[in-house]
């Protein structure tokens, strides 16, 4: 089968390898549809790692995805052969102490797709998975907005963690990529109104209007502070980080109000935030670290099949396998006024 492996720092190359094979009763092999170039995959693309997640060379990237069941152990019933499935890349074991308090996103033995030392990533035309991992879309779904489930759960996850007391409380998302627009997709579903985008590149913060945001203020152009403080003269109650940047952090613990609440979605490229504590301490700010998704993807296919979000909004990019190459490099470099760039099989 074909297989797209990331060789080396911003070297990506199309090979040839085996098909992977059932290895249990319990398993599932799929024939990819659609992969989503996800934030995390452009971090280990550009710098070879996450934090203490580090790339061996050659190694296959790549998480979000959709595709269809070819075949499935003799203990698989929820799924059929030919089901279009949502496929959830984490991989817990369901029996350490995480599992069983119903936090299988923090497993002690998590594996995950395209996550080194875990598992190999979906960019290549099979991958066999544990048959749980799998929910049918099929009549429901197409096979692009199956692939954007992923991540729209995690903006689903993140506003749950948030817990707004009601939807007239003011909000702001820094950073209007994927991850900034499944979650304005998710409080917009919710009703909430008061949404604050705030985004440096203006034709993301376009994308963000368009959706929905009830106001929009361009970071490198706008003294954030002073815009913030004008729309809401006592500041904000939440803000979602999901750009990765110290200067948003920085900016986010001002524009709060007392007693306010920092959710922390984005991935900063050195792994490392400062805070400034004095600042933190006499608001009684609180900070919510956000760990992918828990419980949410089905929920996150619900509000795409019902129509309350439309998630392709999102998608301005659409390439053969072959060309991933180019789609990593137009994204790492938002060129073309790139956000969200799909890998199509079929």
């Known amino acids: 089968m074909k297989q797209v492996v990331l060789q080396g720092i911003k070297k990506m190359k199309l090979i040839d390898v085996d098909e992977p094979q059932l290895m249990s009763a319990d398993e599932v092999k799929i024939r990819l549809s659609v992969v989503g170039v996800c934030g995390s995959d452009i971090h280990y693309y550009s710098e070879g790692k996450i934090g203490s997640q580090v790339v061996e060379f050659p190694f296959p990237v790549g998480h979000e995805c959709s595709g269809t069941i070819v075949e499935k152990g003799a ?9 279009l499935v949502v496929v959830d890349p984490s991989v817990h074991c369901g029996e350490c102490d995480q599992c069983r ?12 797709l395209g996550c080194p030392g875990q598992l190999d990533g979906c960019l290549g035309d099979y ?15 197409n096979p692009v907005q199956a692939a954007l489930i992923e991540p729209l759960s995690i903006g689903v996850y993140a506003v749950k963690l948030a817990s707004l007391v009601d939807n007239k409380q003011s909000v702001a998302i820094f950073g209007a990529g994927p991850i900034g627009l499944s979650i304005l997709f998710k409080l917009l579903a919710d009703d909430v109104r008061e949404i604050t985008m705030i985004e440096p590149l203006d034709y993301r913060l376009n994308q963000a209007k368009e959706i929905g945001a009830s106001h929009a203020v361009q970071a490198d152009k706008e003294n954030v502070v002073n815009r913030i403080s004008e729309i809401h003269e006592s500041l904000l109650d939440v803000v979602f980080e999901a750009s990765g940047e110290q200067e948003a952090v920085d900016i986010a613990l001002k524009v709060l109000k007392p007693g306010g609440k920092l959710v922390l979605v984005g991935i900063p490229p050195d792994a490392k935030y400062t805070f400034d504590m004095d600042l933190m301490r006499r608001k009684e700010l609180s900070v919510i670290n956000v760990r992918r998704q828990n419980h949410c993807v089905e929920e996150a296919i619900e509000l795409v099949r019902s129509g309350r979000v439309d998630a392709e909004k999102m998608v301005t990019h659409n390439f053969k396998l072959e060309e991933t190459g180019k789609a990593f490099e137009i994204v790492e470099a938002y060129k073309d006024g790139a956000i969200k760039a799909m890998i199509h099989f079929e």
């Not at 119903?102 to 998590?110: E, L, V």
């Not at 991958?127 to 779904?141: D, E, K, N, Q, R």
């Open 75 to 83: 203990n698989v019933k929820h799924v059929n052969l030919g089901d």
């Open 101 to 112: 308090s119903g936090r299988p996103h923090t497993c002690r033995n998590n594996r995950f």
């Open 127 to 141: 991958i066999v998975m544990p048959a749980f991992t799998c929910f049918p879309v099929t009549g429901s779904l």
